[in-house]
């Protein structure tokens, strides 16, 4: 494994932790080692100190001296710049020298923890050094971390881009969400069920809400948020992979393509929004100051005194196909708000009223099932029962499960699941090119009005509350309202 952008965050964050927890639970290789590149010079000594370092401050479980030993041994580092063809040809020599040393056949594969702005060139360099060239049996793959574009051109030029060097086989699109437990059981919740797939249409569903709330502001990253934004930064990838796997038809088979197939199918269906529709069913937002000296968005380092990027976004989409014909789908996400937390909300239509009209009962809850990503991954199934008593009474009881009680906690960065599926070539929970381009589709007439229309009441809502007014007037247009995360 190469990893591009060795010396920053998300390689000291996640993917070596990550890489720590595969070899704690054996699932390594022993004949698997790591190149960190960068443009920074450092000798293989100072790479694996800096990483110990590293995993020992930011690690919330303690680490095992003996796993980490084993790992650190299989760390090395090769210094350059991202455009320097020189620099690849070290690289070339380096992972030659040390396929033959710990025996790996020949395999690699390159994460680019890398700026956007580096995937294009550094896919041509591997290519132009022969780095990506796969002659059977030995493969050659490429993790791209997102944002994948930043609008369905720039996704669509990237995606050729790279189409000029690797095949689509060995592009993975990572996205963290679905290395995530709860993530990865919807299909097994759903299909492996016979309880629920029954009822998974718009015959029972009234309909779905998806929520991903931060409570931290943009944290130090102004400069990068302020050029993306909510709606780049959160719905076009993680909302719409979660959108795709609940509503996606039943695969016929867990092949990669026979998943990414069905995803797709349920992208296409998203229906793009008019203008008009944009006015009354997009809803943006912007975190002003708040109690107990949370600072405004303009306030945060990086930040114009005047911008007009979004830092939250709700959204009413539908579905156009039969299983899902009217019934809404809506989400949320946003930053400053009251709890870190991203679920998943199905609401059952509601039952008749007819054999309660003469009782005591003013109104009869609806049933939800509630399935959560984070911060405490779970499901729960919420629905009506009688109070004990002489009279007829209704109220909510609520069957909870928590992964952490039922299964025992094991640390994970979301990563673990992803690096191991791409080590086997298994591509089922990466983005293929026509779903990266479907989601940008989507997104596209709210950014083009959003961007033609600047917002002039921002700041609209108060750091540490749920989102602007008008967020809650789009539900209760609808009759409906928000599920609040239960966090």
């Known amino acids: 494994m190469t990893i591009f952008g060795a010396s920053g965050d998300l390689t000291k964050r996640k993917l070596i932790p990550a890489l720590y927890n595969l070899e704690r639970e054996g699932l390594l290789s022993p004949d698997f080692a ?59 020599s380096r992972i030659d020298e040390l396929g033959e040393k710990h025996g790996a056949h020949g395999n690699a594969f390159f994460y680019l923890a890398t700026s956007p702005s580096f995937f294009s060139g550094i896919v041509e360099q591997l ?35 790279l189409g000029k060097t690797l095949t689509e086989h060995q592009i993975y699109r990572i996205d963290h969400y679905l290395g995530k437990e709860t993530v990865q059981n919807i299909m097994v919740f759903r299909f492996a069920n016979g309880i629920f797939e029954p009822l998974w249409n718009h015959r029972y569903i009234d309909h779905v809400q998806i929520t991903v709330a931060e409570s931290l502001g943009v944290e130090g990253r102004g400069g990068y948020y302020d050029r993306a934004g909510a709606m780049r930064d959160m719905v ?50 912007q975190y002003g100051p708040g109690p107990d000296g949370l600072t405004g968005y303009r306030q945060e380092p990086g930040v114009p005194p005047d911008s007009h990027t979004e830092t939250y976004v709700a959204m009413k989409l539908t579905l ?79 069957m909870d499960f928590k992964y952490a009680d039922y299964f025992g906690r094991k640390p994970s960065t979301g990563y673990e699941r992803l690096l191991y599926d791409c080590m086997l070539g298994d591509a089922t ?59």
């Open 236 to 285: 076009p990838n993680h909302i719409f992979q979660l959108i795709s796997l609940i509503t996606m038809e039943p695969p016929i088979s867990f092949d990669a393509d026979a998943v990414r197939d069905e995803q797709a199918k349920a992208l296409r269906s998203l229906q793009p929004m008019s203008n008009q529709e944009v006015l009354s069913q997009a809803i943006r937002g």
């Open 34 to 92: 790591v190149i960190g590149f960068a443009r920074r010079e450092m000798s293989d000594d100072a790479f694996r100190k800096k990483m110990a370092a590293d995993i020992t401050d930011l690690s919330s479980h303690p680490v095992d001296p003996e796993v980490w030993k084993r790992l650190e041994a299989r760390l090395y580092y090769c210094c350059g710049e991202f455009g320097d063809p020189a620099a690849y040809q070290r690289l070339k």
């Open 429 to 487: 929970l990466f983005q293929r090119a026509d779903m990266t381009e479907s989601s940008w589709q989507i997104v596209a007439p709210v950014l083009d009005l959003w961007n033609a229309l600047p917002a002039r009441e921002f700041p609209n809502y108060e750091a540490g509350s749920w989102g602007p007014q008008s967020a809650e007037d789009l539900l209760a247009r609808d009759g409906r309202q928000w599920v609040r995360c239960k966090v």
């Open 127 to 161: 290519g132009a050094c022969g780095l990506s060239d796969e002659r059977h049996p030995v493969w050659r793959r490429v993790i791209i971390e997102k944002p994948f574009g930043r609008d369905y051109e720039s996704a669509r030029r990237l995606n050729q881009e």
């Open 320 to 398: 156009d196909n039969w299983r899902w014909a009217g019934v809404p789908i809506y989400l949320r996400t946003g930053k400053r708000l009251p709890v870190r937390g991203t679920e998943i909300v199905i609401q059952f239509s509601k039952a008749p009223f007819t054999l309660f009209r003469h009782t005591d009962v003013e109104r009869l809850p609806p049933s939800r099932l509630v399935l959560r990503l984070q911060p405490d991954e779970g499901i729960s199934l919420s629905f009506g029962a009688k109070v004990p008593g002489a009279v007829v009474s209704l109220d909510e009881v609520h």
